[in-house]
């Protein structure tokens, strides 16, 4: 069975940090690429970073650019997004998702994953 597990969320200040983890099950990280996306209320799902395992590749929305890192530890079948210098507007549920492949201009298309986590909580206050 194909899961996906997101962990890590949590309330933190302005300026702080956090590291999401995405564990994946039934697949292994390096085969798959892995999203990430967000959800703040009233808003749409976006992707904000990627991970391509077969090449190790990455892509990030220009929002979090030299903010947040994706990375994946083969080992224990995981990606994880480290997220620096935290901003109120970067509140939102934050999810996972894994897809077979992506092209380099259709990586934060949802509809380009199959698979999603259950998402977890991040809040940001000022």
């Known amino acids: 069975e194909v899961r996906l597990v997101e962990s890590g969320g949590g309330l933190v200040q302005a300026g702080g940090s956090l590291r999401l983890s995405c564990a994946a099950y039934?697949?292994?990280?390096?085969?798959?690429?892995i999203g990430w996306f967000r959800q703040a209320p009233g808003k749409e799902r976006e992707g904000i970073a990627c991970f391509s395992g077969p090449d190790d590749s990455t892509y990030y929305e220009d929002s979090v650019k030299g903010r947040f890192t994706v990375s994946s530890d083969n080992a224990k079948n995981t990606v994880y997004l480290q997220m620096n210098s935290l901003k109120p507007e970067d509140t939102a549920v934050y999810y996972c998702?894994?897809?077979?492949?992506?092209?380099?201009?259709?990586?934060?298309?949802?509809?380009?994953?199959?698979?999603w986590g259950q998402g977890t909580q991040v809040t940001v206050s000022s």
């Open positions: 039934g697949f292994t990280v390096d085969d798959q690429v």
């Open positions: 998702a894994a897809a077979p492949r992506v092209y380099d201009y259709t990586w934060s298309h949802l509809y380009e994953y199959d698979y």
